[in-house]
């Protein structure tokens, strides 16, 4: 199975701060189709995951636009670009390249 | 809106037998392939199996033999029936639309005697 690798496991930021977050994959995410099916979702405090950018760095409707996606391969980064109160919860990238789908063990953010 | 509601947890003894149900609504559901999965108590999120639009269906190995997951289009319903039941199946269960774009807000399953 892919192994997703996030660090930090912990993050603690200032509101306006921007933050990022890395996820790196045991093997590369790149589809035959031409599709990286790397996502990120947000679990914030007693609900259920929310789906942030998808395929990397694409944004569904809906989705505040200072969370932004990037990367390549097997290194891909969240960058959330002025963090506001809301966005306190646990951040996970997911890959659906390969079955089984996998996640991320977590990253928490924190506000200071 | 595409929303998706799980129902059928509980308190349930160890070697039992569950049915979660979980009910779609908002977008074509024959159309899509769908997810469970488990998040343990503290824990982070694991996949448990995953049925395509035909009904083909693949299974984590933690739980392989012993759940079984189903769908009716006619009812737009999702199911994942859990049999055997052991202390570590305890969890929050989602289902999640293929993609993980969108989650239900997931039912606790509690296993212990």
Not at chain 2, 98 to 113: N, P, R
Request: net charge neutral; hydrophobic share 35%; with cysteine.
């Amino acid at each position: 199975d892919v192994v997703l690798t996030q660090t930090p496991p912990t993050l603690s930021a200032t509101i306006g701060q921007s933050v990022s977050i890395s996820c790196r994959s045991s093997q590369s995410l790149l589809d035959s189709d031409g599709a990286t099916y790397l996502n990120w979702l947000v679990q914030r405090p007693g609900q259920s995951p929310q789906l942030l950018p998808y395929s990397v760095s694409n944004l569904e409707s809906g989705v505040p636009n200072r969370f932004s996606g990037s990367g390549s391969e097997t290194d891909f980064t969240l960058k959330i670009s002025g963090v506001e109160a809301e966005d306190l919860g646990v951040y996970y990238c997911m890959q659906a390249t390969h079955a089984p789908l996998t996640f991320g063990a977590g990253t928490k953010l924190e506000l200071k | 809106a595409v929303q998706l509601v799980e129902s059928g947890g509980g308190l349930v003894q160890p070697g039992k037998s569950l049915k979660l149900s979980c009910s779609a609504s908002g977008f074509t559901f024959s159309s899509y392939g769908m997810h469970w999965i488990r998040q343990g108590p503290g824990k982070g999120l694991d996949w448990v199996a995953y049925i395509s639009n035909s009904s083909g269906t693949v299974y984590a190995d933690a739980v392989k033999e012993r759940f079984t997951i189903s769908r009716d289009n006619a009812k737009n319903t999702l199911y994942l029936q859990l049999n055997s039941l052991k202390s570590e199946d305890t969890a929050i269960y989602y289902c999640a639309r293929l993609g993980a774009d969108y989650w239900g807000q997931g039912v606790m399953v509690t296993v212990s005697s």
